[in-house]
């Protein structure tokens, strides 16, 4: 029921989170990091070969082959989705995957071991892009939809 409505939001997020890269890698390549909001937030380039706080920098293609299930398990399900935030939740998290699966695809080193890009910067977390952001909140919108019981394929009233 809510099937266009998942893709609608992954294909939204893959989008705004390539072109952000782009910008990024355009912008910030061989420069110092740039102040937006004083020492709160900064943009600052950085090719991630692991997950977040640099974990598992020589696994990349396993993160590469655990995107490529968590996407397909997400299409395999969105049929099944009668929830419109659950819909959201899932293109969110969808979109997240995808975004950073391009990066581990089509980026060098080469295919399935390509590096991240990131480039947010907050005090005391690890630098982040636009596809991490949506599968965060994504995560989050899931667990409160499951702490509450509602389920997937549920009417919304």
Wanted: charged share 15%; glycine share 8%.
């Amino acid at each position: 029921m809510y099937r266009s409505l998942i893709y609608k939001v992954a294909l939204s997020v893959v989008a705004f989170d390539q072109i952000t890269k782009w910008i990024a890698v355009r912008q910030l390549e061989g420069e110092p990091s740039v102040q937006v909001l004083g020492n709160f937030l900064k943009f600052g380039l950085v090719r991630n070969p692991g997950a977040s706080f640099s974990m598992g920098t020589n696994m990349t293609i396993v993160f590469t082959i655990f995107a490529i299930c968590v996407s397909a398990f997400i299409v395999y399900q969105s049929s099944t989705v009668t929830h419109r935030v659950w819909a959201i939740a899932a293109g969110g998290f969808l979109g997240g995957a995808v975004g950073n699966l391009v990066d581990r695809i089509f980026r060098s080193p080469g295919v399935f071991r390509g590096h991240v890009v990131d480039f947010i910067t907050l005090p005391n977390y690890p630098l982040f892009n636009v596809a991490d952001s949506a599968v965060v909140l994504s995560a989050i919108a899931i667990v409160i939809l499951s702490i509450r019981g509602i389920e997937f394929n549920q009417e919304t009233k």
